[in-house]
């Protein structure tokens, strides 16, 4: 169990999120510190699961990611 709660995926808390989705790590600040986090090598198991999730959300609303 973890302390803290993953928004739904289809939420806007998504684009703004405090913590990584995936692994739980706070963030800095908000959807840029999550870039900054998935971009992170440390944090290669985080990138691929955004960019799968990304490429979801693209085949739901027909476009990228735009925040
Ligand atoms: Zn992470």
Do not use: K, Y
Request: glycine share 14%; net charge negative; with cysteine.
């Amino acid at each position: 169990m973890t302390d803290h709660d993953h928004p739904p995926r289809e939420s806007d808390a998504w684009n703004n999120p405090d913590f990584c989705p995936f692994c739980g790590h706070g963030l800095s600040d908000g959807g840029p510190g999550f870039i900054d986090h998935v971009e992170n090598d440390e944090n290669e198991a985080c990138r691929d699961r955004f960019e799968q999730w990304r490429e979801n959300v693209a085949d739901d609303i027909g476009g990228e990611w735009g925040g």
